[in-house]
């Protein structure tokens, strides 16, 4: 057994990389896994200075999901509670990083699985390598898409399309990824880590308060009408209104100048 983190983190100049390490096993989700990355996503969220995250994968995977050699040695013992599991460890985590402050990037590289690929969608911005594998494979082991799987495909890539990756359980590439909506961007393989840490220093340059609204309203959309939306976006706009980033934002443009968000 390994001796090395199950997690490795970098802090940059105002942002963090957290990097899921188990490439013996492409990073598949054990419970001590869940909870080093969840203290890494605390830690980032207590610091003030973090302005940005940038969560991926050591080795040839982003995550593979939930480890099933975990399950496989289990299951002699009897039937498994996965709700439990889900609402223990995957669903907590799958809040944690939508309420962080602050945009989650996600770089998927290699093979992305189940609740793996899952987990990364709900990043704020996600990118992957074109010859990244994403998969829903859940139907060829008998299970449901869980991680928020069932919620979130329909509502990047349309009801058809999340209906063929979750019923047929096919792989797809990084590139028909981007062409179908599940990701932004999908880069050649060799630049994928300089095009994700390019995206978190841009951001971290950026207001943090500004940003943590930003990210508020775009999820409050995901479930709001119009009528309800627009009063998201009205409260804070007033808030953004009297913050200082807007008085710094105005005296940039009228300067002429590259804003210095403080």
Known sequence: MSDAPLVLVEIRDGWRLVRLNRPEKLNAFTEDL???????LIDAEADPDCRALLLTGSGRAFSSGQDLGDRIRAIAAGPLDLGRSLETFWEPLIAKIRALPFPVVAAIGGIASGAGLNVALHADL??????????????RIGLVPDAGGTWLLPRLVGRAKANALVY??????????????????????????????AICARLAAGPRAT???????????????????????????QISGRHA??????????EKRPPRFS
């Open 34 to 40: 869940h909870r080093a990355l969840m203290a890494a």
């Open 126 to 139: 996600v990118i992957a390598a074109k010859g990244a594998k994403l998969t829903e494979p859940f139907a």
């Open 168 to 197: 047929l359980a096919e792989t797809i590439s990084g590139e028909e990824a981007e062409r179908i909506g599940l990701v932004a961007e999908a880069v050649e393989d060799e630049h994928l880590m300089a095009r994700a840490e």
């Open 211 to 237: 940003l943590a609204r930003i990210k508020r309203a775009m999820q409050a959309s995901e479930a709001n009408d119009l009528s309800a939306q627009l009063a998201v976006e009205r409260e804070l706009q």
């Open 245 to 254: 980033d807007y008085a710094e934002g105005l005296a940039a443009f009228a």
